[in-house]
């Protein structure tokens, strides 16, 4: 199912061999508000779900720009960990905001915008 391989097409490329730097999570959320804009999409909004008990700088963040798909971060000491997004179903608008929501999120991880969507199309 293509939903299921831009989360794991996101996953991937966000492992240290995708990325020469590790994106801050403030450089991310900055891309990402960017992005956004620039597609004219909604902003998106970060909101704060789970802080890890052992290790306060281990921070998960919930992603929303849209009702029908939803994304997620976590934050490790100040740098973006992970990011995934995945649609609610499998409509075709749910599928397009999930698609875009991928590649924004890629940016934010510090790619140029022609690498993450060439990256979100290969997965």
């Known amino acids: 199912m293509r939903i299921g391989i831009l989360v ?3 996953l991937l490329a966000l492992s240290p061999m ?3 730097a590790a994106a801050t999570c403030e450089d991310f959320k900055a891309a990402m508000t960017e ?3 620039q597609h004219q999409a909604p902003p ?3 909101r704060l779900e789970h802080v890890n008990s052992a290790d306060a700088n281990n921070q998960f963040f919930s992603i929303t720009m849209f009702d029908d798909a939803r994304a ?4 490790w000491h100040g740098e973006v960990e992970t990011f995934a997004a995945d649609a609610n179903s499998a409509e075709p608008m749910s599928v397009l905001h999930t698609m875009l929501l991928a590649g924004i999120g890629l940016h934010g991880y510090g790619l140029e ?3 993450a ?3 979100r199309d290969q997965r």
């Not at 997620?72 to 934050?75: N, R, T, V």
């Open 44 to 46: 998106p909004t970060f």
């Open 113 to 115: 915008w022609r690498q």
């Open 72 to 75: 997620a971060m976590s934050c």
């Open 8 to 10: 794991i097409g996101a």
């Open 117 to 119: 969507l060439q990256v």
């Open 18 to 20: 995708a990325a020469q």
């Open 35 to 37: 992005g956004a804009k």
